[in-house]
């Protein structure tokens, strides 16, 4: 599915004359002829060879399943960096079952990496490397680094409560879409706190991360995998102590 992603899309990405649709009145939310192809692309096989499962995909609605497994697909998490010309975006493909996601992969596929977790592995490759992925062991908010796509992050009451968080760490980085959770998983930073995500947003970071020693959850710590608010952490830790100035 992946490898179908990447030959679908590359083609377009950096390409003259790529243009975008906007999908939502009084905003901006892009879709492109490459998100489309893309998830066409995935569920294409799909349909070969797992036609009993449920998909439920960004740019094509769902299917409903006979199996008790959905496949959680978004073409292109980050169109807003897939049109400006930034590697930060990624397909994300997960597969959910009753109880959330249980694998998940983040595939980048300009640069070639690829971020798997779940059913018994945890691991990336990358143009000539690969390992296992790990969460740091970071544990105190003034160790960390953090990591959001947005700096108007949510609304006006969520921005304030991500402010209270951020005056705390380390570092806050922006800008880097479903790509901040793949670094999470391998080790390079510590948090990523959204908000207003969908489930094919975030249901392959989660597996991700969980697999590589992580936690997920939305602010509340309920859990995150049918979206909304989004709290990522390295270490349980550092998930409480995030948590409390999210709820402060």
Same mark, same amino acid.
């Given at each position: 599915m992946a490898d179908a992603a990447r030959d679908a899309i590359?083609?377009?990405?950096?390409s003259v004359g790529l243009t975008a649709d906007n999908?939502?009145?009084g905003g901006f939310d892009p879709v492109t002829i &490459?998100?489309?192809a893309s998830e066409t692309a995935m569920r294409e096989v799909l349909a070969d060879l797992r036609p009993q499962d449920g998909i439920l995909g960004e740019e094509h609605g769902t299917v409903e399943g006979t199996s008790g497994l959905t496949w959680v697909l978004d073409p292109i998490d980050g169109t807003r960096s897939f049109i400006s010309g930034t590697p930060t975006w990624g397909v994300l493909i997960a597969l959910?079952?009753?109880t959330g996601p249980v694998l998940g992969m983040i595939d980048q596929p300009?640069?070639?990496e690829r971020f798997m977790g779940g059913l018994g592995r945890c691991n990336w490759t990358g143009p000539g490397r690969d390992g296992t992925l790990a969460t740091r062991q970071t544990s105190?908010? &003034?160790d960390a680094t953090l990591f959001t796509t947005f700096p108007e992050i949510g609304t006006d009451d969520e921005r304030v409560a991500f402010q209270r968080v951020a005056r705390e760490v380390k570092l806050t980085r922006y800008g880097c879409d479903c790509y901040a959770y793949a670094l999470l998983g391998a080790g390079q930073i510590d948090l990523v706190i959204e908000a207003?995500?969908?489930a094919y947003d975030v249901q392959a970071p989660i597996a991700v991360i969980e697999a590589a020693g992580g936690v997920v959850t939305q602010w509340d710590g309920s859990p995150a995998h049918d979206g909304g608010t989004t709290l990522a952490a390295a270490t349980p830790?550092?998930?409480a102590a995030a948590m409390a100035l999210l709820n402060g």
């Open positions: 590359l083609p377009h990405f950096r999908k939502v009145a &490459a998100d489309r959910s079952d009753s300009y640069v070639g105190a908010l &003034a207003g995500l969908n830790e550092l998930h």
